[in-house]
C-alpha cells in the first residue's frame, strides 16, 4: 500500500499541471522495496508513458469506487487474479492480447470488473495494458478514477483529436487509459466504422506485450458491442448474480453467436 | 460438494426470501392472534332427550303413528325453525338486539337456525323380526349457542319443550285425525249397507220363488206334482177300464125287465123283437109287397114294439146288412147281370135299407128316450154306476188339468232361476263385501281408539329429558387456542408457499453452475460483491429507518387504539382474563 502511495506521490510531483486532489494519507518511507521503485521507474523509462497523460487518483476515491488496487478486498482481488491467469492463459493459447467485457444489460458491473481486471494485469511484469471506454453512450470509466476527461475515444473517431493526446496514465504502472469522450447517441456507427478497425488494429500490433481492454455497452441495449466485437480476439460476458435473467442471457448468448466468446463471469455474488 | 451447493442454495433461498416471508408470516400470525382474542365469547347449552318406546307392548297395542321417529322429528324440527316460531322465541328472550337495527328479520332468524343444533343420538340395534343391525335412533340432543349463558339456557329449554309439545300434540292429533276418519268410514258403509239390504229385500219380494234358495223346494213340488199326475192318470186309467166293463155289463142287460111267458120262457124283449121283426120286416119286404099282410102285421107289431122301446138302434145291423146286400149285389151283378130278379130284389133291398138308416138315424135322438126311463134295477144299476165313473172320470181329469197346469208353473220358476239366480247372487255379493269391510273398519276403529286413548293418556312413544339444559360455564367457542395455532401454521404455510412462488416466479440467475449450463461456456470468475464503507453505511441507515418508521406506526396504532377503542390498561385486564380462560 506504501509503496502504490508513494508511487503516486511521486508522479504527483512529477507532473504538476493537473491540480492535484488534497491527500491526506501520510507517507512512509521506510516502507519502499524494489518492486516498488521498479514500478515506480517504469513509466518514465517506458516511451510509451512519456507521452501519456498522467494523473495520479486519490487511492480514497479509488477505494470507494471498489477498484482494487490494493489488499483490502482479499476476496474480490483473489477472483480477478484467477481471472487474470485464465485470461492471460487463453491469450497465450490464441496469440491474442484483445478482450472485450459486455453484458446483457446495465449495471452488471462491467466497467468496475473490466477496471479490476485492467489494474490486475498491469502487476504483471513487463506488461502493458490499455483500457479503452467503448461504451461512449455511458462513458464511466473515467469517472471511476476521478478523472475528468473531457475527451476520448469518441473524439478520436470523429477526427477531432489524436490518439496521444487522449490516453491518460492514471497514476498505476503499465496501465493506460482511453476515455470515452462525451456521450454519444449515434455511437453504433463510429464503432463500426473503418477508424475504430485501423485503431484496434493499430493498437493491437503496436506493441507486442500489451493487452487491450475494451469496456462496451450492454449488449441488450444497443449494437455497440456486436458492431466492434468482430475486430476483438475474445468476449467476455459479465453477469450479475440474481439480477440478470436467464432470458436475457439466453438472448445475449445468441447475439453473441459465432463470436468468441471466452466465457461468463458471475458478478456480486453474495454468500 | 454436492450437499454444500444445496446448502448454498438454501442459504441463497433463505437470504432472498426471507423478508417477504418474514413479512407475511408476521402478518398473519398477527391477524389470526387479534381474531382469536377479538371473537366473542360463544356459549352453549345442551339438552338431551330421550325418546322412550311404548309402554304397553306393541303385541297389545298396536299404535297407530308408524312413521318412523327420525321422520317425526325431522317435521318437528321444521315446524319449530320455522320463521314465526323462532320471531316468537326471538322476542321472547330479547335475542340479538343489536342485530335488530342492522339486519332484516329473515337474517337473525337465519343466525337463530345456525345456532340451533339438533342432532340424533343413534344405536346399534338388533331388529326383533328380521334379526339384523340397524341403527336406531333413541334420543337426541338439542342445543343453542350465544353469548349470554343464562339466555342460552333459557333459550335450550324453550326449544326442549317445544319439542316436547310439538311431539305430543302431533301424536294426539294424528291418533284422532285416525279415529275420526275412521268413524267416517263407518258411517258411510253402513249407510251402504242399509241400501244394499232394502235392495235385496225388494228384489226377493219381485222374484219370490225364483231365487234360487227356493230351487229345492220347487224342485220337491215339482216330482211331488208329477206324483200326483202319475197317480191321477192311473185313476183315470182304472176308471175307464170299469167304465168299459160296466158299459160290456150294461150291453148285456136289457133296460127293460123281460117278459115271462106263461110257459116260463122269457121272451124276447122288446128291442131284440124288433130288431128281429125288422130284419124279418126286410126280408119279408123283399119278397112281398107291403100290402101282403104277414108284411102290415109285421110292422104294425115293429110300430107297437117302437113305440114300446123306442128307438132301438138297430142301424149298425142295418148298415151291416146293408153292406152285405151291396157285396152280395155286386157279386150277382157280374154273374147274372142287372135283369136278374135276384139282383132286383137285391137293389130293391138296399134301397129300402139305405131309407131306414137315414130314417133310423134322424129317430135315434127320439128312441134315447126310452132308455131313459128304464125298469130293469141291474140296468139302472150299472147305469148308474157308468155315470159315477163317468163324472170320476171327469174330475180326475179336470184334477190332471190343474196339476199339469201346477207342473208347468214350478217348472216356469225352476227355469227362471237360473236368469234370476246372477242378478240376485251378485247383490248378495256385494253386501257381503261390505259386510266384511264394515266389520274390518269396525275392528280397526276399536284398534284406533284404543291406541288414541294410549297417545292420551301418554302412554305411547314419548320424550323424556334425561339432561336438561345448564347454564354454561364456559364458552364453548371460540377455541383461542386453536386459532391461534392454526393461525400460526397458515401463516408459516403461507410464508412459505408466497417464498417458494416468489423464488420459483424469479428468473434471475443464481448458481455458477446454472450460468455454465446456460451459456454453454466456463464461468471464469465469481467475484463477490464489494461493497464500499459508504454503501454499507446507507443499507445500515435504511434499515434503522425501517425500523423507525415500523416502531413509529406500531406506537400511533396503539395510540389510536388506546384513544378511539378501548384504553389500554382495560384490554390488557380483557387479555388478562380471557388468558386465565384459556
Given amino acids: ?271 | 460438494m454436492n450437499e454444500q451447493i444445496d446448502l448454498q442454495a438454501i442459504k441463497g433461498i433463505i437470504r432472498r426470501q426471507k423478508i417477504l416471508f418474514l413479512v407475511t408470516f408476521a402478518s398473519i400470525f398477527t391477524l389470526s392472534v387479534i381474531v382469536a382474542f377479538v371473537l366473542p365469547p360463544v356459549y352453549r347449552s345442551q339438552s338431551t332427550i330421550l325418546i322412550e318406546e311404548q309402554q304397553i307392548p306393541q303385541e297389545f297395542v298396536q299404535t297407530t303413528i308408524t312413521s318412523y321417529v327420525e321422520e317425526r322429528l325431522q317435521v318437528i324440527t321444521q315446524q319449530i325453525l320455522s320463521r314465526p316460531r323462532l320471531l316468537e322465541i326471538i322476542n321472547q328472550f330479547n335475542l340479538y338486539p343489536d342485530m335488530r337495527d342492522r339486519f332484516t328479520t329473515e337474517e337473525i332468524v337465519q343466525k337463530m337456525r345456525d345456532a340451533i343444533n339438533f342432532e340424533m343420538i343413534n344405536t346399534e340395534v338388533t331388529d326383533r323380526r328380521t334379526g339384523r343391525s340397524t341403527t336406531a335412533t333413541i334420543a337426541f340432543s338439542l342445543a343453542y349457542e350465544g353469548e349470554n349463558p343464562s339466555t342460552v339456557q333459557k333459550v335450550t329449554n324453550k326449544l326442549t319443550s317445544l319439542y316436547l309439545e310439538a311431539n305430543l300434540k302431533t301424536r294426539e292429533q294424528r291418533a284422532s285425525n285416525i279415529t275420526t276418519f275412521l268413524e267416517k268410514e263407518l258411517k258411510n258403509l253402513k249407510e251402504k249397507i242399509g241400501e244394499q239390504e232394502s235392495k235385496i229385500s225388494q228384489f226377493k219380494q219381485q222374484h219370490g220363488q225364483e231365487l234360487p234358495e227356493y230351487r229345492s223346494v220347487n224342485m220337491q213340488a215339482l216330482s211331488r206334482l208329477n206324483q200326483q199326475i202319475d197317480q191321477a192318470a192311473m185313476q183315470i186309467r182304472s176308471q175307464q177300464e170299469r167304465k168299459i166293463y160296466l158299459e160290456g155289463q150294461l150291453a148285456n142287460v136289457d133296460p127293460l125287465l123281460p117278459v115271462v111267458t106263461d110257459e116260463g120262457k122269457t121272451v124276447m124283449n122288446p128291442r131284440e123283437r124288433l130288431k128281429y121283426l125288422r130284419l124279418q120286416l126286410i126280408s119279408l119286404q123283399s119278397r112281398l109287397s107291403d100290402k101282403h099282410p104277414d108284411v102290415k102285421r109285421m110292422i104294425g107289431e115293429i110300430a107297437e114294439l117302437e113305440t114300446k122301446v123306442g128307438d132301438t138302434n138297430d142301424s149298425l145291423g142295418k148298415i151291416k146288412r146293408l153292406k152285405d146286400s151291396e157285396d152280395r149285389l155286386a157279386i150277382l151283378k157280374g154273374k147274372l147281370g142287372p135283369k136278374h130278379p135276384d139282383v132286383i130284389k137285391l137293389e130293391k133291398e138296399i134301397k129300402l135299407l139305405k131309407q131306414q138308416i137315414e130314417k133310423q138315424q134322424s129317430q135315434t135322438a127320439i128312441n134315447a128316450a126310452s132308455e131313459n126311463n128304464p125298469e130293469n134295477p141291474a140296468y139302472i144299476n150299472l147305469k148308474t154306476q157308468i155315470a159315477s165313473a163317468t163324472m170320476e172320470i171327469n174330475s180326475l181329469k179336470q184334477e190332471k188339468k190343474r196339476i199339469e197346469e201346477k207342473i208347468n208353473h214350478y217348472q216356469q220358476l225352476i227355469d227362471n232361476i237360473p236368469l234370476v239366480e246372477k242378478e240376485y247372487n251378485d247383490l248378495i255379493r256385494d253386501q257381503q263385501t261390505d259386510q266384511a269391510k264394515y266389520q274390518e273398519i269396525m275392528n280397526k276403529l276399536l284398534e284406533a281408539k284404543v291406541s288414541q286413548e294410549m297417545e292420551e293418556s301418554q302412554q305411547a312413544e314419548r320424550f323424556t329429558i334425561i339432561d336438561p339444559a345448564l347454564t354454561p360455564e364456559r364458552p364453548a367457542k371460540p377455541n383461542r387456542l386453536a386459532i391461534v395455532l392454526i393461525g400460526f401454521v397458515l401463516a408459516l404455510g403461507a410464508g412459505v408457499g408466497l417464498a417458494a412462488v416468489r423464488e420459483n416466479l424469479n428468473d434471475a440467475i443464481k448458481t455458477e453452475e446454472e450460468l455454465g449450463r446456460l451459456t454453454g461456456l466456463p464461468v471464469l470468475t465469481s467475484i463477490p460483491l464489494m461493497e464500499s464503507d459508504k454503501e454499507r453505511r446507507q443499507k445500515r441507515n435504511k434499515k434503522l429507518i425501517v425500523v423507525l418508521i415500523l416502531g413509529l406506526v406500531i406506537a400511533l396504532g396503539l395510540l389510536l387504539f388506546h384513544l378511539y377503542v378501548m384504553p389500554l390498561d382495560i384490554l390488557t385486564l380483557k387479555l388478562q382474563r380471557k388468558f386465565s380462560r384459556l
Wanted: glycine fraction near 4%.
Fill in chain 1, 1 to 271: 500500500m506504501s509503496k502504490l502511495k508513494k508511487a503516486l506521490e511521486k508522479a504527483k510531483e512529477a507532473r504538476q499541471q493537473e491540480s492535484a486532489p488534497t491527500v491526506t494519507v501520510t507517507i512512509s518511507e521506510n516502507n519502499s522495496d524494489s518492486t516498488a521503485q521498479q514500478q515506480l521507474k517504469q513509466p518514465e523509462s517506458s516511451q510509451s508513458s512519456v507521452q501519456t497523460r498522467v494523473s495520479p487518483c486519490d487511492p480514497q476515491r479509488l477505494h470507494n469506487n471498489k477498484i482494487i488496487f490494493d489488499c483490502q478486498a482479499r476476496k474480490a482481488g483473489d477472483q480477478v487474479k484467477i481471472l487474470r491467469t485464465r485470461i492471460l492463459d487463453h491469450f497465450k493459447e490464441i496469440r491474442g492480447n484483445s478482450l472485450l467485457l459486455t453484458s446483457p444489460t446495465a449495471g452488471t458491473g462491467t466497467t468496475l470488473t473490466a477496471i479490476n481486471l485492467a489494474l490486475s494485469m498491469a502487476q504483471e511484469i513487463n506488461r502493458t495494458v490499455l483500457l479503452v471506454d467503448a461504451d461512449l453512450r455511458h462513458p464511466s470509466i473515467h469517472r471511476y478514477f476521478g478523472l475528468s476527461a473531457e475527451r476520448g475515444l469518441s473524439d478520436y473517431l470523429l477526427g477531432k483529436a489524436d490518439l496521444p493526446e487522449l490516453l491518460i496514465n492514471p497514476g498505476f504502472d503499465n496501465l493506460t487509459i482511453l476515455p470515452g469522450g462525451k456521450p454519444l447517441t449515434n455511437s453504433t456507427e463510429l464503432l463500426g466504422a473503418p477508424q475504430m478497425k485501423s485503431l484496434v488494429r493499430e493498437m493491437k500490433t503496436r506493441y507486442a506485450d500489451r493487452y487491450l481492454i475494451f469496456d462496451s455497452s450492454p449488449l441488450l441495449t444497443c449494437a455497440d458491442a456486436l458492431v466492434f466485437s468482430s475486430f476483438i480476439d475474445s468476449i467476455m460476458l459479465v453477469v450479475e448474480m440474481e439480477k440478470s435473467s436467464r432470458g436475457e442471457i439466453k438472448q445475449a448468448m445468441e447475439l453473441l453467436q459465432d463470436k468468441p466468446v471466452l466465457g461468463s463471469i458471475m458478478n456480486k455474488v453474495i454468500n
